[in-house]
């Protein structure tokens, strides 16, 4: 099945990739690998999440805003090999931040959402190695940002 | 001295390496890289460390929970060159985030004791470049989280 | 214009490339990439910038150590390849963290003086992948601790 089947039958309509918010680029490709800058829960109309979980964020919005970063990671992915994304031969890593209240730690159920899109999306190749750690801010406070690095063939 | 032999000089049994407590793999390897994810203080029995530096873990235990991190990188990296760890041409990177009190400064003191295991068992390759970051919160309130960059031959 | 012709034109005398504060090596090549350890705002005469922003430390001063950093981070480079920066053919991801009170969200706009440097030194080579994260407490209490991945040619 390819990728491009899988998102649909998933039903997932790829969002614009966002511009990055400052002087950088949102993916740099070096050799077979893609770097792909930090991607937060941007949505079409503004950013759909914002807050600490454990305070103004539930652990189950916190799951749909990683989910949409993972969103926005594929996005850029697609815009890293021009809308191919059968090039994409191994998601290499995920970085996940979780914009989180002391003592929380459910830090992977949150990441999560955006592990098991990659498998969804990707399949095997979906398989990634990952951190999730927590932090007590974010930028414009969203509640999760999520790196990447891809491989392409 | 083979990288087997160090490890028996230091009387270091590798753990079995621990199962990722998500959607996950534990390490990727692209080319002749390996990422491997963020490991915590895992030991035979559960989770050896849980809680904060500063607060109801001491920074000797914080070292102690690096140093049981960086065992259970080296049971990835066996895992993944199938237990020839002579394959291990060099760490490249560690990257150390420690759960602390606000104002705490010793992360570096912390990830050390990660960072000695390195090259006590795979000698000048296992000499690394290094991030090491606080953090006001990790998954299961560990104490400490590593990930490791590596280049195998 | 060469990498040196602009450092000249930008005033830019390169800083001693700081010692590590640990076991570990400030920069590792493997194959094409260099892996730079968390560099810190280090000045001539010690740390020029302690303490948390939004705190102690103003926003504008979290620039400067932002900057400060990213000149380490030029040096370190500088040494990796023996002087000759013509030969960083890319600049592949900062990864920026600044230490901060909870809900400050403007960590772009600090890490920005470093993707800013990046550009004005490198040209279109230094157009890189970033994750900018807030924490709650860094190394000997810096405000901005940045790691990079460049490539070489």
Chains 1, 2, 3 share one sequence.
């Not at 770097?35 to 189950?60: C, N, T």
Request: aromatic share 4%; net charge negative; glycine share 10%.
């Amino acid at each position: 099945m390819s990728v491009a089947d899988r998102l649909t039958s998933l039903g997932i309509d790829l969002p614009k990739p966002a511009a990055p918010v400052a002087n950088y680029v949102p993916f740099v490709i070096s050799g077979n690998i893609i770097s792909i800058s930090g991607q937060i829960p941007m949505g079409p109309d503004g950013l759909a999440f914002q807050g600490k979980v454990g305070q103004e964020v539930s652990i189950d919005d916190a799951i749909r805003a990683a989910h949409l970063c993972a969103l926005n990671l594929i996005a850029q992915m697609n815009a890293a090999v021009d809308g191919d994304l059968e090039r994409i031969s191994r998601v290499i890593k995920l970085g996940g931040f979780v914009n989180c209240v002391d003592g929380f730690g459910d830090q992977p159920k949150v990441i999560n959402a955006a592990s098991d899109l990659m498998v969804d999306v990707f399949g095997d190749k979906g398989r990634h190695s990952r951190s999730a750690v927590g932090t007590n801010a974010l930028p414009m406070n969203v509640p999760v940002e999520i790196d990447a690095l891809v491989e392409i063939s």
